[in-house]
């Protein structure tokens, strides 16, 4: 059984088809590139997936079981973790702050603790607080800890965005566009930190990406999609070479991806 | 707040008994007129930190919490009357059956101004938007609509309770301080833990506090439910502190008056609200006169703090931001 597994998933908005009838699935341990010219549908696939949108067709399972129309919170707790294409982060809180907030399941004191300030209230703090600090070490933000997070640098951003949903201690992880806006030395340095997540916090990803370096060096399986359909899939090689794909994504047949 | 238990009740009694040294040396040495200002000072702190807790921290607009000021007080009002003769044949007239019969009504307004606050809130919160605004602002005329023609609650003349005790007045110097400091450290210990962090995570983008697994709507209601119960107390306080209270006394101005002082004080700070508080009781005073140009004074007053202080006097930050940056878990300033 996969890890993440779709099936014949549609959504329409208005009169236009968004996703057509698409279906694959994300392996346990696997880094999974999804790729597509601009428009393609793959931030709706994962808003789909997460449960912004509810899909208008076809199922979507997590660990085996139907999660498709269920409340993003619910996923989210449930093991699906994400980053968003235009950075989504609680801007006037600190670094800090902003991973600790996403820690709901290490805190289990309640109102009440807060209110009293129990002995059980400063153990989920610090609690909290040393997870959030493991990860920002992780991405390499510890030094940024107390900064507000709005004002670090894009390529900060979206790694705090990553160090946030890491909080959660998600099984998998979709992430969009985390090189966007990133040199060629710190898209190297992510794709360093995206196979350390995988092998040292047995993470599954998913990768929408434009960056066709990172993602022909990290991904196991690469997922095309186009005008909401599925218009080629395999290994990076196998992708790279495929006609379909490369007149979808280049506009033209001779030229081949870098 | 310290972590040692025997200190922590050392300091809550030291205090106890110096707001109550307080309310005695008030009393003594200072006029009525100015001991009412202090007294509505005390209401409009527990006011405007309970307001600050929904429109502040958690973003979500409400304009009517003249309305569930008005359920506090008119619940704690016939509370009051009902038990007042009770409590004073049970433990005999005095200090003690004066608070207790006042603190009895407080939580039973707090408890129906927070039901109420579940019935808005329920609905109007489970939306994305401005949902909250719309809906308060039309509860709030609703709710004086229908004091305005509750019989058994005097109608449009008011309320003052029946012969012979009648609404007495049972808010001291002492009471209202007490819930005052009791409503400031209560937020500010929720405002400072996980909810409030996810309170303001909802604020700044409810999309990506969803996508991290806060149960949104939860928490909205929850702090709707507590602002709208400390509204409820302050009600019963003001209720309590004169021989009367009319619908008039909770009209939409009032809603702005709240409105007022968050802003002033900086919306997201609880240290913000309670100098607004204090300073929209001195003003109105002050401006008693005018009394037919506070709305115009408010205007300008807020034109020019938009302008001089976009994000009111303290923004986001707490008065005593700069000493504990490091211990406790700080909301940061906007950059």
Known sequence: ?258 | MSKSPTLRVVVVATLFVALFLAGVALRANVIEYVQRIVLLAGINIILAVGLNLINGTTGQFSLGHAGFMAIGAYAAAYVGVLLGPLVEGWCGPGLLADGLTLNLALVVGAFFSACAGLLIGIPSLRLRGDYLAVVTLGFGEIIRIVFTNAEFLGSATGYFGDEPAGLREYTSFFWVYVWALLVVVGLYNLTFSQMGRSLVAIREDEIAAEAIATPTTRLKVQAFVISAATAGIAGGLFAHMQAGIRPEDFRFEKSIDMLVMVIIGGLGSISGAVLGGIFVAVTLELMRDLAQYRLVIYALLLVVIMIVRPRGLLGTRELFDTWKKKSGPSQGSRA
């Open chain 1, 1 to 258: 059984m996969s890890l993440l597994e779709l099936e014949r998933v549609d959504k329409v908005f208005g009169g236009l088809a968004a996703l057509k009838g698409v279906s694959f699935s994300v392996e346990k341990g696997s880094i999974f590139g999804l790729i597509g010219p601009n428009g393609a549908g793959k931030t709706t696939l994962f808003n789909v997936i997460t449960g912004v949108y509810e899909p208008d067709g076809g199922s979507i399972r997590f660990r085996g079981r139907d999660i498709a129309g269920e409340r993003p919170a619910v996923i989210a707790a449930g093991g699906i973790a994400r980053t968003f294409q235009n950075i989504r982060l609680f801007r006037s809180m600190s670094v800090e702050q902003n991973v600790m907030v996403a820690g709901h399941h290490l805190h289990q004191s309640g109102m009440v603790d807060a209110l009293l300030r129990t002995r059980r209230y400063y153990r989920d703090e610090a609690r909290l607080e040393k997870k959030a600090h493991e990860l920002l070490e992780v991405l390499g933000l510890g030094p940024l800890a107390a900064e507000p997070a709005g004002s670090l640098p894009y390529g900060s951003q979206r790694r705090l965005e990553i160090a946030r949903a890491l909080m959660l201690e998600p099984e998998l992880l979709l992430l969009d566009e985390p090189a966007a806006g990133m040199n060629s030395q710190e898209a190297h340095e992510l794709e360093h930190q995206l196979r350390f997540l995988r092998s040292e916090l047995s993470l599954s990803l998913v990768l929408v990406e434009h960056n066709m370096s990172v993602v022909m060096n990290v991904c196991d399986f690469v997922h095309v999609v186009d005008h909401g359909e599925t218009i080629g899939q395999g290994v990076p090689e196998q992708v790279k070479a495929d006609p379909r794909v490369l007149a979808a994504y280049l506009g033209q047949e001779e030229s081949v991806p870098a």
